[in-house]
């Protein structure tokens, strides 16, 4: 938990929870895990978590460890784990989904630690040709941070990224968030957002996917692709295998939206100079990643004139710097 930063940047995506801040000149970041599980419960069991400091809430009966520690006890257990959010908001067939994502939230950025406090949190577009309403989602996650002292800002996950990484083309270009629920996509022109939309498949439909094809837990099969997948290599495991097909399969659909939504949209901009792409996010991080997402493209006719298309700094927190900088703007 952070101390007293001016401004606090919260990228609350489907898998992981990112917290940025920039106390002096560095950016400073923390991730916990979206998620959480259920353990057999005990007043032995609840003592000892409470002695390793490990996050836990107790809830109708049930002992609940929630953040980085569910993915363990999951392992433990052969269990999946739960989220708190489907598809980059919250899931409202998940009962306990929206106190554990208020606990977690808690574990994390503390109660303001100044009156009215800026903090700016991350939504997602929706969906490319959808009317899906992210009025429940924003609203919720905006009233959770004023419980607890903040005066919150919504920012789209795509401007975020274009917020943290295109300062040097005056925040001109595309930014592409690929997390675990949504690929989020925006194009803004001058630092204002021109085009902004989703695509719904991503890195949980990659881990769903796989493991239906495998009849491992999903869980494990996300833990198998952040661990050891990558690009332009042959792989005689068949989880690896299938986790390629998948992430193909990913890579085609926002590539084909892009080219879409690009193509049909009145009135863009008439940009003088080619525009750069960046890629960010946990499911853009296999090595190799970029080079296949390019060579996708550059199968297509596409509408725009790209300049370059690279990686986030750091793509697992650059919507979280993203979402600091525009705080840090409004101070």
Not at 7 to 29: C, H, M, N, W
Not at 82 to 106: F, N, Q, Y
Not at 192 to 211: C, E, L, Q, R, Y
Request: hydrophobic letters at 40%; glycine letters at 8%; aromatic letters at 8%.
């Amino acid at each position: 938990m952070f101390k007293n930063p001016p401004a606090i940047g919260l990228d609350v995506g489907t898998s992981r929870i990112v917290v940025a801040q920039k106390p002096e000149d560095d950016y400073e970041f923390e991730s916990q895990l979206n998620a959480f599980v259920s353990i057999p419960n005990s007043k032995i069991t609840e003592a000892v978590l409470e002695r390793e400091k490990i996050p836990h809430t107790t809830l109708a009966g049930e002992l609940i460890v929630h953040g980085n520690e569910s993915e363990k006890f999951a392992g433990i257990l052969n269990a999946e784990i739960r989220r708190p959010m489907s598809r980059g908001v919250l899931d409202a067939k998940e009962p306990d989904g929206l106190r554990m994502i208020r606990e977690i939230i808690k574990l994390m950025i503390g109660p303001a630690s100044k009156e009215r406090q800026k903090l700016c949190f991350t939504i997602p577009a929706a969906p490319l040709g959808a009317q899906d309403s992210l009025t429940y989602h924003e609203a919720t996650l905006r009233q959770i941070l004023g419980e607890i002292g903040y005066q919150p800002a919504s920012i789209n996950e795509g401007l975020a990224v274009i917020y943290s990484e295109l300062e040097s083309s005056n925040y001109t270009g595309i930014g592409i968030s690929l997390g675990g629920g949504l690929c989020n996509v925006c194009l803004a022109y001058l630092s204002v957002p021109v085009v902004s939309f989703s695509v719904p498949k991503a890195g949980d439909f990659i881990d769903s996917s796989a493991a239906s094809m495998t009849g491992e837990l999903a869980n494990r099969i996300r833990l198998t692709k952040e661990a050891s997948f990558h690009f332009n290599g042959f792989f005689s495991d068949k989880a690896h295998q299938v986790i390629g097909v998948y992430y193909d399969d990913v890579l085609r659909s926002l590539v084909m939206a892009l080219k879409d939504a690009f193509a049909r949209t009145r009135d863009l901009p008439k940009f003088t100079r080619p525009l750069p792409i960046v890629l960010s996010g946990g499911t853009a991080l296999p090595q190799g990643f970029r080079e296949r997402f390019e060579k996708i493209l550059w199968e297509q006719d596409f509408p725009i004139t790209i300049s370059e298309i690279r990686m986030a700094q750091n793509p697992l927190h650059a919507t979280a710097k993203g979402a600091l900088v525009y705080a840090l703007s409004d101070l």
